[in-house]
C-alpha cells in the first residue's frame, strides 16, 4: 500500500457550517500568518445546511461588522410573531409569545445560503476552503494526540473494490483540528468515545426538524412574520412543534420539530409534519403553492447537562457538534458563531486547544445554556407538566436548584405492546408530496449506487428477529427518507438499504433502540444538494 499523500497546515476545520466559518474567519482576522483550511463533505458550500433559521445578529456584526450593507441572499427582518396551541381542527394563538420566541432585531435567512455567503469571505481573508472533501476518519499523531483527518477515498465499489477513476483519499495534517461537524458529528462521535470526552456529563438529546421551502401564490405572504405552534399533531407524551416563516418574494419557510426522546414506537416524524400542513391555519397558506426544497436534520437539543468535554489532545470542539444550541430559542447559529470566534481567539492567543472547555464554560455561550437547562427535559414527564415547568424556569430565570437529567434518545423508546398507542387523530391530506420518496426528490440528494453502503448495521438478523418482534422495526418510521425497508417473506425476510436516498440526518444513528446503526460519511460530495433551506 502506497503512502498516503498529505497537506499540512497550522490549523484544519472540519464542517463549513456557521461555527466552523466562524472560527476561520476569526482566526485569520487575528493571526492572518496561520495557514487555515476549511473541508466540507457537501459538492457546494451550504448544500448540506438545513436549519429554520431566525438569528440573533449580535455575533455576525462582532464577526463582519459591515455584514448590513452586503447581506445574505435570504435576510428578511424579523417582524410580527405568534405562538399558537393547536387542536385537529383550530387552536388558539396566546396573547403572549414565550421570550426565547420573540424575535424583535432578529433576521430570518437560509442558514445555507448564509452560509455560501461567508465562504468567499473567509476565502478573501486566505482561508482554504474544500467542498466535496469527506473527512472518513481522525488522523492521530505518533503520540496518540489528533493530528488532523483523513479523507475518503473515492471511486470505491459497492463489493470494495476500486474503480477505474479510484482516488485514495489524502491525510490532511494539522497541529490544531477543529470539530465544526454539526449535530451528531461523524468523527465528534469518534473521539468523544476514544477521549471518554462525555464521562462527567449526561447523555446528548436530539430532535429531528424536517423542513420545506414553498413558493406561494401572490397576496399571502407577510414577509418577517413568525408563527410557532405546539399541540396537534402530537399526543400530549410526544415533544413536537411547528416553524413557520415568511419571506420574501411569496416564499415560505415552514418546518416540524420532533423530540427524539418520544416513545412510541409508531410514530412518524415525517407524517406528523404534513399532518400539521394540512392544519386548518396552515392549508390555506399553501393551496395552490409548490415545494421549491425540502430536507432534515437532527437538531441537538440536550443544552448545558449534556455538554462533553470541549477540548482533547490535538482538538476543540465547537458549534452544535459541542452541544450549544438554545432549545426554547430554537436558535443555535448566534451560539455556534460566538463559540467558533471564542475558540479562534483562544487559538490565536494560547497556540493550543487546552484551556479552550474552560473558557467555554466561563462564557456567555454556556451561560446562555445554563438559564434554560431544565426547559426541554421538563416535556419529558408530558406536555403539560413540560409548559408548566417552562413557565416556572421563565420567571426564575433558570436560577432552580436543580437540574433535571437526560437520558439517551434510544432508551425511550416502548416496546410494541408495552405502549398505550395514542390516539393518533390524524386528517386526510391532500398537499404534496404523497410519501417520503416524494419528498426526497426536493431534497436533491445524489449518492453513486456503486459505492459502499453509508449506513453500517452491525447485525441485521436483530432487524429481521428481535427489533421486529420487540419493536416492530422502528428505522421504517422514524427514517423521514424511506432508506430502511424490510421486505420478504418468512426466512426471506431481511432489511433492504436504500442508501441513495439519505438526507444525511443522523436519526437512525441516534434512534434506533439496539444501537446497531452507525451513520459514516459516504463519497465526498455525495448527499443532498439544499437550496435556500
Known sequence: M?????????????????AGLAFAIRLKQLKPELSVCVIEKSSTIGAHILSGAVIEPQ???????????????????????????????????????PPGMRNHGNFIVSLGAMCAWMAPQAEALGVEIYPGFAAAEPFYNADGSVGGVRIGDMGVAKDGSHKDGYTQGIDIKARITVLAEGARGHLTKQLIKRFELDKDCDPQGYSIGIKELWQ??????????????????????????????????????????????????????????????????????????????AGARAIVTGGYQSLPKCELPGALLIGDTAGLLNVPKIKGTHQAIKSGMLAAEHIAATDVPAGFDAKLRASDVMAELKSVR??????????????????????????????????????????????????????????????????????ATEHDEDQPVHLKVADTTICVTTCAKEYDNPCTRFCPAGVYEIVGEGEDKRLQINAANCVHCKTCDIKDPYEIITWVTPEGGAGPNYQNL
Open 216 to 293: 406561494v401564490p401572490a397576496g399571502r405572504v407577510t414577509p418577517g412574520k413568525i408563527v410557532h405552534s405546539l399541540g396537534w399533531p402530537a399526543d400530549t407524551r410526544t415533544y413536537g412543534g411547528s416553524f413557520l416563516y415568511h419571506l420574501d418574494k411569496d416564499r415560505i419557510a415552514l418546518g416540524y420539530v420532533s423530540g427524539l426522546d418520544y416513545s412510541d414506537p409508531h410514530y412518524r416524524p415525517w407524517e406528523a409534519f404534513q399532518q400539521w400542513k394540512n392544519h386548518p391555519t396552515v392549508k390555506p397558506l399553501l393551496d395552490g403553492g409548490t415545494i421549491l426544497s
Open 374 to 443: 431544565n426547559i426541554k427535559p421538563g416535556f419529558k414527564k408530558g406536555q403539560w407538566f413540560g409548559l408548566a415547568n417552562a413557565g416556572w424556569e421563565t420567571i426564575t430565570a433558570g436560577h432552580s436548584p436543580w437540574t433535571l437529567k437526560n437520558k439517551p434518545d434510544w432508551s425511550s423508546l416502548h416496546k410494541v405492546g408495552e405502549h398505550e398507542e395514542p390516539k393518533r387523530d390524524y386528517v386526510d391530506r391532500t398537499l404534496a408530496p404523497r410519501d417520503r420518496l416524494a419528498g426526497v426528490y426536493f431534497a
Open 59 to 97: 455575533p455576525l456584526d462582532a464577526l463582519l461588522p459591515g455584514w448590513r450593507d452586503n447581506p445574505p441572499p435570504i435576510c428578511v427582518p424579523a417582524g410580527e410573531d405568534e405562538f399558537w396551541y393547536l387542536t385537529k381542527t383550530g387552536g388558539f394563538k396566546s396573547p403572549i409569545v
Open 2 to 18: 502506497s503512502e498516503r499523500e498529505f497537506m499540512e497546515y497550522d490549523v484544519v476545520t472540519v464542517g463549513a457550517g456557521p
